[in-house]
């Protein structure tokens, strides 16, 4: 029992095209005598690729099911496997560099902060530098006028 299928060249890609217009899960009856389920596989060897299982399988009675399994989509060239999986290490690799580079983004936004907290302590203590050096500066003209006044009052 299996799907007739062909491979046809275009645009420098092969396709697999199925040579039934539709499947038919009405013909597939698994061992049990039950109508066939029509699944797609999450499988890293058989991303997308189509079978019919035993629908007992699936349903919370998997101690009742009777291991019905066929292929509807051929099977992947092994070239288009091993591209694939290529394809899939280099997505995880690049995972996890945007997950480093997350952690560094973070690790950055926390230095940004403490440095934005310490500016404002710095400006926090400028603004009091100023203000002490105003005092200061008022003192120091006090003084210099109570000389003068002391020293022209001697001097007449």
């Known amino acids: 029992m299996t ?28 061992f049990c005598g039950m109508k066939a389920r029509m699944r797609t596989s999450r499988t890293e060897g058989n991303p997308g690729r189509r079978f019919f299982g035993c629908p007992r399988y699936s349903s919370g009675q998997r ?18 496997q091993d591209a694939l ?43 009091k530098h100023k203000a002490k050096e105003r005092q200061l500066k008022a003192v120091l003209l006090g003084s210099w006028m109570f000389f003068a006044c002391v020293f022209l009052l001697l001097c007449s």
């Open 3 to 30: 799907s007739a299928s062909s491979s046809s060249v275009s645009n420098g890609r092969q396709e697999w095209v199925s040579l039934e217009a539709e499947v038919d899960e009405a013909t597939r009856l698994c």
């Open 63 to 80: 101690h009742l099911a009777c291991n019905f399994f066929e292929w509807i989509d051929p099977a992947p060239a092994a070239q288009g």
């Open 85 to 127: 999986a290529g394809m899939v290490r280099k997505v995880k690799i690049l995972e996890d560099k945007v997950k480093m580079s997350e952690d560094k983004v973070k690790k950055n936004a926390d230095k940004v902060n403490f440095l934005e907290e310490q500016v404002q302590v710095q400006k926090d203590q400028l603004i």
